[in-house]
């Protein structure tokens, strides 16, 4: 501020206002972006930001991400009888059949030939195997006096080799290839959840859309004692590699557990919240005592009271129910509560008049004006609880919550991972627009009443 702007101010109380206020907004518009940087500042030395990012491993990642959208075949010899087998992911329950194999795998006179596309070849025989990549040449191992021997085209081995005198791996964009004195490996990934609807197994595999409609309506049966639409249906319900069934199960556990809790936290803290509530509480002790308990059961959170039931009654849907219970019990009590001291008195005060009991004076001067608040609160929660139990499944051992963490730790199928994942946000998307619509048609009943 110059002198020329003081000027204006004749009077020194006002100048010095208006000084004081200038320097305040000098120190909010300077002072606040320099606290903002600190912090940053902070957060990234606290949280070693930099050493995170020099750990960050983008090659993992990139596998991790194409895991969720991608399968991978499995071609594997025994070099100690060189018996060949091929599975998707790995698993027996995937293992192609005695004479089936996929298009891109050959057998003929002990020699396996593996095309990984675009010009990516692996082959097996008695000397060893040998990797074909173009633009590079071939990549030959063999075993020799115990010890694996590689042979490369030139002296240096490039960063996508990894090798031993026990194991040699070669990892590129077409697929991964391992070597061991006791196995060899290769791996193909390919897009799309191979064996989703059909196992290998099921004589539905394989065929394409209009194949099972024709198979579905005029075509012969597959098994003389059903048809096949009940085949179809059976075959993918007891899908041994995705279990739909196990899944369907897990989901209705889920919404079970969150149901449950939801409801008996509701059921339990209504007339409660008569005796909580200082309009219509009976007494001060009783007040007092009622509001610091709602207080404890929902000062602990969810996922503490889950460890602690399932130390006490053991895992199971009914102990992440009791969870849920117990903290919602608490939230219900004094949401309830609080409802309930807002009421419009003259409503009562009319009720009353007409010589009713307090009985009838609270189903017919307080229930009314409360129940759209308390069906917003229980349909909210109900929804929010149903995501809920998916981590408190994962800790009880039920629902859907246990068949993730159960994926997730094998660190290998992720694509029943993002499976579970696209699950349990249409199970959430599902009960919200339930919960909504509950809302709109009982609360608007509820008004028009």
């Not at 518009?29 to 995170?52: C, M, T």
């Not at 990797?131 to 010890?147: E, H, L, N, S």
């Not at 557990?257 to 509480?281: C, K, Q």
């Amino acid at each position: 501020m110059t002198t020329s702007d003081m000027a204006m101010f004749p009077g020194s109380d006002l100048r010095g206002d208006v000084l004081r206020q200038f320097n305040r907004r000098k120190l909010v518009a300077f002072g606040v972006p320099a606290l903002i940087l600190v912090y940053f500042a902070y957060v990234f030395v606290s949280f070693d930001v930099a050493g995170i990012a020099s750990r960050a491993r983008l090659d993992n990642a990139a596998i991790l991400i194409s895991d969720f959208w991608s399968h991978k075949t499995h071609v594997t010899r025994d070099n100690r009888n060189n018996e060949v087998t091929v599975a998707i992911e790995g698993e027996n329950k995937g293992r192609y059949p005695e004479g089936m194999l996929p298009d891109w795998v050959t057998m003929d006179d002990g020699v396996t030939h593996i095309d990984l596309d675009k010009g990516h070849v692996v082959v097996f025989d008695a000397d060893g195997a040998r990797y074909t990549f173009p633009g590079y040449g071939v990549i030959d191992i063999a075993p020799v006096a115990g010890k694996l021997v590689l042979d490369l085209p030139d002296d240096t081995v490039p960063d996508w080799i990894n090798a031993s005198n026990t194991r040699i791996s070669v990892t590129t964009e077409q697929g991964r290839f391992s070597y061991t004195r006791n196995r060899t490996e290769v791996f193909k990934y390919q897009a799309g959840w191979e064996l989703f609807f059909f196992t290998l197994d099921s004589p539905f595999f394989g065929k394409s859309f209009f194949e099972l409609v024709s198979l579905a309506t005029v075509g012969e049966r597959v098994y003389p004692d059903q048809t096949n639409i009940a085949a179809m249906v059976h075959d993918f319900w007891t899908n041994a590699m995705w279990r739909h069934g196990d899944v369907a199960w897990a989901l209705f556990e889920t919404v079970l557990m969150a149901f449950l809790g939801t409801m008996g936290a509701a059921i339990i803290a209504l007339p409660l919240a008569f005796f909580a509530a200082a309009n219509f509480s009976p007494s001060q002790p009783m007040l007092f005592l009622l509001r610091r308990f709602f207080d404890f059961l929902r000062g602990v959170d969810g996922l503490i009271w889950t460890i602690i039931l399932s130390r006490a009654f053991g895992p199971g849907p009914l102990t992440g129910a009791l969870a849920i219970l117990f903290t919602d019990t608490g939230t219900f009590g004094k949401t309830f509560s609080e409802a309930l001291e807002n009421i419009d008195n003259k409503q009562v005060e009319g009720v009353q008049s007409t010589g009713a009991s307090r009985i009838q004076q609270a189903r017919f001067g307080v229930i009314p004006q409360v129940t759209p608040v308390f069906l917003s609160q229980i349909l909210y929660y109900l929804e929010s609880n149903t995501r809920s139990a998916t981590v408190i499944g994962a800790i009880v051992g039920g629902g859907i919550g246990l068949l993730l963490t159960q994926a997730i730790s094998t660190q290998k199928d992720w694509e029943e991972v993002s499976y579970y994942i696209v699950l349990i946000i249409l199970m959430v998307m599902a009960m919200d627009t339930l919960s909504g619509w509950l809302r709109s048609r009982l609360i608007g009943r509820t008004g028009q009443s």
